[in-house]
């Protein structure tokens, strides 16, 4: 299993970057996971929108969702160019029926509802949900294959629940968009610090710190989040890949 980030931002993309975005690949299967602002184009440096096999969304805010609608049209024109192009399937939740019903576009994609209380077979991947503490609905994702896991929490403040669900996990892709010495939880975000602390109480192989501030010294991150957890810590970074 092979996990790309192609976006780390919060919120919006700084220049020349991308929000939230990342491809995982496993036995030649490509899934999306969340399409935010500049994904699509970042994207088309590791391979073309027409190759995506899936997409899957933890919630309906722009910076997870803002690319859908040109992910759709790119695979649009390459079917009036003469590509084979299959129906993208495009996996979300069904409690905003508005952004929902986005997801589907002519026979280009099919929004289809997960049930965050089952798991969904994707491919070769297993997906588990987790509600995080957010605005809106929006879910967290254990994601498991050929007896590796990724859990990515989306967009959440800190909640008991993320450890069992996080349990030794061989990657956290955790968000982080305060630092130690703020508070991220009415806005429904991390801390480095609680970052830290999750990542120590699960016990995971390594932690991987994303959906990033737009300001301060972005490595205090790490090194806040590294007073709790002593394994592997790193800053999500554009086209980083971690193999499992």
Not at 12 to 17: V, W
């Amino acid at each position: 299993m092979e996990l790309t980030v192609i976006g780390h931002w919060g919120g919006y993309p700084k220049k020349n970057a991308a929000s939230s975005g990342y491809l995982l690949e496993h036995e030649g299967f490509h899934l999306l996971i969340d399409c935010g602002s500049g994904v699509l184009s970042k994207l088309q440096n590791k391979l073309e929108p027409e190759e995506l096999d899936a997409v899957l969304i933890s919630h309906y805010h722009p910076d997870h969702i803002a690319d859908i609608g040109v992910l759709q049209h790119a695979r649009l024109i390459q079917g009036f160019l003469g590509k084979e192009i299959p129906t993208l399937p495009i996996y979300g939740h069904h409690f905003d029926q508005h952004e929902f019903s986005k997801l589907t576009y002519k026979e280009i994609t099919k929004g289809i509802a997960y049930d965050p209380n089952e798991v969904l077979t994707v491919g070769p991947f297993q997906v588990s949900f987790l509600k995080t503490s957010h605005p809106v609905p929006c879910y967290a994702m254990r994601i498991e294959a050929n007896g590796k896991v990724v859990v990515y929490t989306a967009d959440s403040s800190f909640k008991e629940e993320f450890i069992p669900f996080s349990k030794e996990a061989d990657l956290l892709l955790c968000e982080c968009n305060f630092y130690g010495n703020q508070k991220g939880k009415s806005s429904g975000h991390m801390t480095s610090i609680e970052a830290g602390k999750f990542a120590k109480e699960a016990a995971v192989k390594q932690l991987i710190l994303t959906h990033l501030p737009h300001y301060g010294n972005l490595s205090d991150l790490v090194h806040e989040a590294s007073a709790e957890f002593t394994g592997i810590i790193r800053l999500a970074e554009e086209f980083q890949t971690i193999l499992l």
